[in-house]
């Protein structure tokens, strides 16, 4: 395949015309490198880049170069100059305009075309604009390589254009990838205005027809292959070009709820999403804007003035977000608050208030200084090379909205959470939400009372709004893409977010069709809740214990009420986060004898701090890492501080003898790792005069490395915890947080199937194995994990009653037959597909 080369003076406009030209060619990704700017900001260009950049795109089949003017064409010919003769031979200099030549190039070459007719309908991207833009009529465009004879005796047909804003750039490059596909010339023309005829294969001429939606588009073709190719361009056009509904939302990735019906495309007006929080709603859509509020330009009322507002609009900000964190600890639990932990950090960055105050001292007003100072910050971060980092930035923005709200006399922070509990079934009274993306704060003050559910144009399920909303049972789909942002407010809108299907303005038979769900879903539900109480035993007689995800007292109280068997996970973190020092032992015990008091002699599941790179403490400094995910976290944090964990361990162990208890470490990669943490147990144990058989200790299997060495740690422990997140971000180096990679990192991956197999054999027959991640509530999961042994599930409080219902419905030996096929498919799609 021919690769392409930007040449830009600004890497930001490279990189948005890259995305752009990407766009047209999803399912076939071209070689497209840049050589733009001189860094992130400086204007320029480089002659060495633009060498790199050729040898990264030439695959063998050659470079175009695109350039955007004066001297990113020198640069390109002195870069020409530095090739070798064999590669200078394969690269061509093109003088298209950049980004609708690259657009063009980039559909040519995908279909692989040679760097010439690359080329040469690059520098013909022009035509649809000046033919649209013409005054005077200048006659049929003038024929070029691509031009094709009219004939008499080939093939040919009449579409109708569907699309709703016609035969536009996607719809366009999906014709033109079409129609290259077969040995045949085809031509195109807009019949409903008389256009001249167009090659079908060129982009830029197809675009100069200008069909709109309604119009209708003629078809011929010659060739060997000539009835084949219009016959599929009438399949194309009748499924609307590839585009779903009336929108220009690109389809997201299967289903990944269970039991739920499979969504249906083709059903009118029906865009599919990321199901992201499960739950049927309909109501009118209601737009929210997440932008930056204007900032008046008015001249600075002195230094000391200025200063004296950020300190004010600080504490106010400080204050919502305390609210924020308290509201979602009560109803969330204490790792969802512990998001609002970086958010009041930054509100004490020294960094960040020192170029503040410069700003102010410089003359520049408060909120103009704020939000330099923070954007400075957040483009900072984005440079990062971690995505988990990158990702960061949005913090920044977040905070300086709040803050410039503050500043600017509007409320600083969404109205904290109501306590009212969601309705059943569809809330056709309140509103369908519809955001770019939803941040903490915005997730944690959404009120179920008033919010039916919520529509994103970006975000993924793990995202931390979407896991906010998810415990508020508030019905979420992410990854829409940006059409539903032009959504008119008020528009009827039906959504599932156990499926990731919208309709928008949908007829009567498909909102029927929602309500009916949304009846069948709330009758489950009470059904589920009147049982919550009783074991979970599947159809032959094999009970499988339900417990709870802890990370506050709040959370137990709400474990405690929903029925679950045990905490299955403690999260001790809510402990040691947004504070100066660590708690001492007694702090700890008596959380930790809370938390067990409110489950009323249940066993609790504590595992030990899991903290490191990501999620630092203000109180340990550690050395910045490249990759926090893959650095100095969990069971290797404690015991680099060993002191910090004999303290816990030794409230664990106070708590032991009068409480059932079960210890777990997290990250463990190595057996000398668990052995080592065993006898810091065993001593804290010995302080406490403890005896046998003292509580049940296991591990965390969420690094691939340790669950494909399960036999080797069996000897040493009770349990294994499988914590399905991390395992999969992991096994498939997809970082769970990235919504680039919502599709990918899904736990139904076969990959992340077989680690699981492995820990499941690797226990025998006296280890326990449970699920405590995301995928322990996953229907289309729960008799996957049954079937390959799993025998203990940890979830949040709200959905114990249902993943109970549904240990109900299984049998263990159709499951097993089902997980076994499961190993054996290809993709986390096919697995969920299984009946």
């Known amino acids: ?197 167009a090659p079908a294969a060129s982009l830029s001429r197809v675009a100069t027809l200008a069909v709109l939606e309604g119009q209708r588009l003629d078809i011929r073709a010659s060739g060997p292959q000539a009835r084949e190719a219009v016959d599929r361009v009438v399949a194309l056009a009748a499924r609307a070009f590839g585009e779903t509904g009336d929108t220009d939302a690109a389809p997201g990735p299967s289903p990944s709820r269970p039991g739920a019906r499979m969504p249906d495309p083709s059903a009118a007006g029906m865009t599919i999403g990321q199901p992201a929080s499960p739950g049927v709603a309909i109501g009118p859509a209601r737009q929210v804007r997440d932008a930056i509020p204007d900032i008046p330009a008015v001249a600075s009322r002195g230094p000391d003035e200025e200063w004296r507002r950020i300190e004010e609009a600080l504490v106010t900000v400080r204050r919502d ?28 960055d020294a960094d960040l208030l020192a170029d503040v105050r410069s700003r102010t001292a410089r003359g520049s007003p408060a909120p103009q200084s704020w939000h330099a100072a923070a954007e400075r910050v957040a483009t900072d971060i984005e440079t990062l ?178 029925g679950a068997d045990l905490a299955g996970l403690i999260r001790t973190e809510f402990l040691f986060l947004g504070r100066d020092s660590a708690p001492d032992v007694d702090e700890q015990e008596a959380a930790y004898r809370e938390i067990a008091d409110a489950l009323g002699g249940r066993r609790i599941t504590v595992r030990t701090l899991d903290v490191g790179g990501d999620k630092p403490l203000a109180y340990l400094p550690a050395a910045g890492e490249e990759n926090p995910f893959l650095g100095v976290r969990g069971i290797r944090h404690s015991l680099a501080h060993p002191a910090l964990l004999a303290d816990q361990l030794l409230a664990i162990a106070r708590l032991a003898r009068e409480v059932p208890v079960s210890v777990m470490f997290p990250m463990v990669s190595t057996v000398a790792e668990l052995i080592r943490a065993r006898r810091m147990l065993d001593d804290a144990l010995d302080r406490t005069g403890g005896t046998p058989p003292g509580p049940q200790v296991g591990l965390m299997m969420e690094v691939p490395a340790a669950a494909l060495k399960a036999p080797t740690f069996a000897p040493h422990a009770d349990f294994f915890s499988i914590g399905t997140n991390d395992l999969t971000q992991y096994a498939l180096a997809a970082e769970r947080g990235n919504p680039a990679l919502a599709a990918l990192a899904d736990g139904l991956d076969p990959g992340v199937l077989r680690l699981i197999d492995a820990v499941c054999r690797g226990a025998g027959s006296r280890v326990t194995v449970s699920v405590c991640g995301e ?50 498919l290809m993709d986390a799609e096919s697995v969920r597909a299984l009946r």
């Open 1 to 197: 395949m021919v690769g392409l080369v930007v040449v830009c003076h600004s890497r930001a406009l490279a990189r948005a015309a890259v995305a752009l030209a990407r766009e047209m060619v999803p399912d076939d990704p071209v070689p497209i490198e840049i050589a733009a700017g001189l860094d992130e900001t400086t204007f320029g260009t480089d002659a060495v880049a633009v060498t790199g950049a050729v040898a990264a795109a030439d695959q063998g089949d050659g470079v175009v170069v695109l350039m955007d003017l004066g001297s990113a064409v020198l640069s390109a010919e002195l870069a020409l100059d530095l090739l070798d003769d064999d590669q200078r031979a394969r690269v061509v200099l093109c003088a298209a305009p950049l980004v609708e030549g690259l657009v063009a190039a980039a559909v040519v070459a995908a279909s692989g075309a040679g760097r010439r007719e690359v080329a040469g309908e690059a520098t013909q991207a022009l035509a649809a604009k000046l033919s649209h833009l013409s005054t005077t009529d200048t006659g049929p465009p003038p024929a070029d390589e691509f031009a094709v004879p009219a004939t008499d005796d080939g093939a040919s047909s009449t579409v109708t254009v569907t699309n709703r804003h016609g035969l536009h750039a996607r719809p366009a490059a999906r014709l033109v990838a079409a129609v290259r596909a077969f040995d045949a010339q085809v031509e195109v023309r807009n019949h409903s205005t008389g256009s001249p005829w």
């Open 321 to 348: 977000l305390q609210r924020l964190r308290e509201g979602t600890a009560r109803d969330a639990g204490g790792r969802h608050a512990a998001i609002f932990d970086a958010h009041l950090l930054l509100l004490d």
């Open 385 to 562: 090379a971690d995505p988990y980092l990158r990702a960061r930035a949005a913090d920044v923005r977040a905070v300086d909205r709040q803050m410039l709200h503050a500043l600017l006399g509007a409320p600083s922070a969404p109205r904290p959470p109501d306590t009212t509990p969601p309705g059943a079934g569809a809330a056709e009274q309140a509103e369908v939400v519809i955001a770019a993306d939803l941040a903490p704060g915005d997730a944690a003050g959404l009120d179920p009372g008033r919010v039916a559910g919520v529509l994103l144009a970006l975000g993924s399920p793990t995202a931390h709004g979407a896991i906010l909303a998810r415990t508020r049972g508030i019905p979420v789909v992410a990854a829409l893409g940006p059409a539903v942002l032009e959504i008119t407010a008020g528009t009827p809108v039906a959504m599932d977010g156990g499926t990731g299907e919208v309709a928008v303005a949908p007829d009567d038979a498909v909102l029927a069709s929602f309500r009916q769900r949304a009846a069948v879903e709330a009758t489950r539900r009470a059904r589920a809740e009147a049982h919550a109480s009783a074991p979970a035993v599947t159809r032959d007689r094999t009970t499988i214990a339900v417990g709870a995800n802890v990370g506050s007292v709040a959370d137990a109280h709400a474990a405690a009420a929903h």
């Open 775 to 824: 995928l322990a509530s996953d229907e289309a999961a729960i008799p996957l994990l049954a079937g390959l042994g799993v025998r203990e599930l940890s979830v949040a409080p709200r959905a114990v009653p249902t993943v109970k219902e549904i240990v109900r419905a299984i049998d263990l030996n159709h499951a097993a037959r089902l997980s076994a096929r499961a190993l054996s």
